[in-house]
């Protein structure tokens, strides 16, 4: 089992075979690490770079376990801790590194594009851990590993994404990765949060989300960005919450069955209620834990390339 | 050799059995890894999380050295780089950290509590690493195991912790412990920083350092939160000194044998006079060492659990 | 092959024999992660602290990629997140990281005269990473390892440093080291960067970058501190590199085989043009990689001792 792709930028032209392998994958490291304790050393030798020009608890503790499980050794760079304090340019910094015989980089960036640009000059393989609006790719892969191990399939199954769309690079990997694999991918959100050529991609749009709820088997609910969206994409909070908001109520009265995905960190009582966050709907936890296997499985099917 | 407790949240309740076979184990480690270079796995494959919302450099690289000796994979968290910023709760932080199969979560914190209800619902280990003004266990362990190396037993000694016992999580973890090997626990400091109520533990109380040091095998001089305590507790950093810091002329004068421990870090010329803090009859980086070898016995009597 | 020396603080009386030991451990360690990822194990079960006062991703990372691939385990302090903070004096919170059983400490520190400071009490094998305006003898080493084997030898070679020499610990160690290999070394800058003694190492002195460039085999440019020397060494940045700055003009007038090193960052257009920065002559990052080859011959060869 080897993949096509030599880096991982985004989902949007990985193919449907690569995105199995990387899913059969992840269920066999899951199974290990909650059966076993033998330590793996698929990547022992090998040196992984987490490039984070941009703060991410989550993401980089998620890729930091998956790579000390796998026996890599690590190093971590956070853009304060960088040479690019002193001047020197992202190239510079990069090059820098690389020369120190890194196997492997894992970036995150604020702006889109970053880490295709690295696969033009590094001769290491590069993970796209993030990038401006664009696509956030291993998130895409764990939201559709855990969409699979719930509902057992992805082909034919409707998908709702909430939220600040525009902005959001979860919304765009999830996108192309569910329709590569045959499912309907729709949005929801104000329109505000709805970029305007989107219907390109052939995404539904709903205004309502009682309608979404009721028209899908899943939603991808997208965590409000508090200190940045009220008051420019909406009037408040309060309005996003009264018309976009997922409770107790909205799922009894339009789909008890909806599986709930949230990336984290939920803003309770703002997105999701309390009740949904902690309810029986959502599988926010175990995306947590898929998201560990699912870096595993992409660093060690690239890093053997 | 395994222990009664499944976490190790304060020496309160920890019974006899258990803190000898803690003892015991320490005493292998400290001479494992004082003769050996043959790296210890006891721990592979398993991962700990150091979560630690208040800043310590000394403890938090104790348990790192103790885990990474053991083989474990490990992961740091601080309260800056860990999502609270972005306004997670503390519950939905901890439960994300451990939905990526964490083994073992050791804390401190700054409220007393929080490694306790962390118990109540997370399935790894908790080990409290100072929390509040309440305990910090493996701190009164290894005072117990310097204790015991240097005067070769617990049962029957005299042993005064001096200072400010009302703020501290160090005289306490000492008094459970102490006691339950049978030692006499006295405390020693200005009445504005003894505890009203601290006869109920069985403690006697001096308000004189020259007859705490006449009548005590070791002094537990505790470290005065400069920054905190002057004004406030008492009036003046100068006459803290002049009524309770250890001087070498009070230890000739009272008792050439008494044992000197502090948990660092000194103040020289505050607590502990200069002379005094390099000089004979000081344990203090004995302490140091045999810290390590405490938390490695503690890690791995409980990650085998 | 074992070493003369037991630590590294410089290499002013560091014997050639040493050096050529070093050299070829580097070789050897550099054929191996370029060949092959089977992980070595020269320091496992060795403890390495990296105690940086002075911030350096560079050197820091360096040094920490060369200790986890030879499988030490790895302690990080910085200034900032040392008890240093809590009014701790310097000795003791090395003292204090040493009772933990380091057997090997890196340092760097603003401070002449440090690392040797600490061979004087501490039992921990010390390598200077950088004291002030002194050494930093594993940058000296990885200069002459670069030009070695570009050049096939060092002996009889002309070297000229050029720039802020003064303040410069990279051409102490370069100076040493060179001369005691055989090599020619001058120095090349504004007269306000050139030490009024300097004649007394026996190097000599250019004030005309051209002739510089003429009469040597290899350029080592250091970096021009911008937010430090411009407009108290010299008038403008601008001088500085009218007078100094290495163009490919100026290399095609005066020497097309001139070698360039740099130990970066660079600063493009300022001490190197863009294109000699990027050129043919220069082999920056040939450094970089090779930084981290030499790092573990010395850690692994004082290792052992």
């Given at each position: 089992?080897?993949?096509?792709?030599?880096?991982?930028?985004g989902?949007?032209n990985?193919?449907?075979?690569?995105?199995?392998?990387?899913l059969?994958?992840?269920?066999k490291f899951?199974?290990?690490?909650q059966?076993?304790?033998?330590?793996l050393t698929?990547?022992?030798?090998?040196?992984i770079?987490?490039i984070?020009?941009e703060?991410?608890?989550r993401?980089?503790?998620?890729?930091?376990l998956?790579?000390?499980?796998?026996?890599?050794?690590?190093?971590n760079?956070s853009?304060?801790?960088?040479?690019?304090?002193?001047?020197e340019?992202?190239?510079?910094?990069?090059?820098?590194?690389e020369?120190?015989?890194?196997?492997?980089?894992?970036?995150?960036?604020?702006?889109?594009?970053?880490p295709?640009y690295?696969t033009k000059?590094?001769?290491?393989?590069?993970i796209n851990?993030g990038d401006?609006?664009h696509?956030?790719?291993t998130?895409?892969?764990?939201?559709?590993y855990?969409?699979k191990e719930?509902?057992g399939?992805?082909?034919?199954?409707?998908?709702?994404?909430?939220?600040?769309?525009a902005?959001s690079?979860v919304?765009l990997s999830n996108l192309f990765?569910?329709?590569?694999l045959?499912?309907?991918v729709s949005?929801?959100?104000?329109s505000?949060?709805i970029?305007?050529d989107i219907e390109?991609f052939?995404?539904?749009?709903?205004n309502?989300?009682?309608?979404?709820?009721r028209e899908?088997?899943?939603?991808?609910?997208?965590r409000i960005q508090?200190?940045r969206d009220?008051g420019?994409?909406f009037?408040?909070i309060?309005?996003?919450?009264n018309y976009f908001g997922?409770?107790?109520?909205?799922?009894k009265n339009n789909?008890e069955?909806?599986?709930?995905?949230?990336?984290?960190?939920?803003?309770r009582g703002v997105e999701?209620?309390?009740?949904?966050a902690?309810?029986?709907?959502?599988?926010?936890?175990?995306?947590?834990t898929?998201?560990?296997?699912?870096?595993?499985?992409?660093l060690s099917l690239l890093?053997?390339?």
């Amino acid at each position: 089992m080897s993949l096509h792709i030599k880096h991982l930028i985004g989902l949007q032209n990985v193919p449907k075979e690569d995105i199995e392998i990387i899913l059969k994958s992840t269920k066999k490291f899951k199974e290990h690490f909650q059966t076993s304790k033998e330590k793996l050393t698929d990547l022992s030798g090998k040196t992984i770079a987490n490039i984070f020009f941009e703060d991410s608890t989550r993401t980089r503790t998620s890729f930091e376990l998956a790579e000390k499980r796998l026996s890599a050794d690590v190093l971590n760079f956070s853009s304060s801790s960088s040479s690019l304090s002193k001047g020197e340019s992202f190239k510079d910094t990069v090059k820098n590194i690389e020369a120190m015989n890194i196997d492997m980089i894992v970036v995150r960036h604020s702006s889109a594009g970053i880490p295709f640009y690295l696969t033009k000059y590094s001769q290491s393989v590069i993970i796209n851990a993030g990038d401006g609006a664009h696509e956030h790719p291993t998130q895409g892969l764990l939201d559709i590993y855990t969409i699979k191990e719930k509902l057992g399939r992805i082909k034919g199954l409707n998908i709702c994404i909430v939220g600040d769309i525009a902005h959001s690079r979860v919304a765009l990997s999830n996108l192309f990765g569910l329709k590569t694999l045959g499912a309907n991918v729709s949005f929801c959100g104000p329109s505000t949060m709805i970029p305007r050529d989107i219907e390109k991609f052939g995404a539904k749009v709903y205004n309502n989300i009682d309608k979404a709820i009721r028209e899908n088997d899943i939603l991808n609910v997208l965590r409000i960005q508090l200190e940045r969206d009220a008051g420019k994409n909406f009037p408040s909070i309060r309005e996003y919450t009264n018309y976009f908001g997922i409770t107790e109520q909205r799922i009894k009265n339009n789909n008890e069955n909806i599986l709930i995905l949230h990336p984290g960190p939920i803003n309770r009582g703002v997105e999701l209620s309390p009740e949904v966050a902690d309810g029986n709907n959502q599988v926010i936890l175990d995306q947590v834990t898929n998201g560990v296997a699912v870096r595993m499985a992409v660093l060690s099917l690239l890093g053997k390339n």
